[in-house]
């Protein structure tokens, strides 16, 4: 058995351990937002901060990542995990 599998961990838990020391899971790109408070972005992009609370998946700000873009990034990065760590992992019913 690979040293890699753990019986007794849960999928979830392992794919989060795999993740943690992925380079390529990073913070979403805030653009002109990033470093602000969130009651700064409030005040200075009302329009866009209400879309953003309400209704995140409509965003799309110059320069700020959209979420379809970081759900793509993120599905890239599982399936390389999947692809690198095949041999690790193990799916029970």
Do not use: K
Not at 41 to 47: C, G, I
């Amino acid at each position: 058995m690979s040293s890699c599998w753990r019986p007794g961990l849960f999928f979830g838990i392992t794919v989060l351990m795999l993740a943690l020391t992925y380079v390529d899971f990073g913070e979403l790109c805030q653009g002109p937002w990033q470093g602000l408070a969130e009651s700064e972005v409030a005040l200075r992009w009302p329009l866009e901060w209400s879309a953003c609370r309400t209704a995140p998946q409509t965003l799309d700000l110059d320069g700020r990542e959209t979420l379809a873009a970081l759900y793509a990034l993120v599905a890239d990065a599982l399936d390389d995990l999947v692809i690198r760590y095949r041999d690790c992992i193990r799916v029970h019913p």
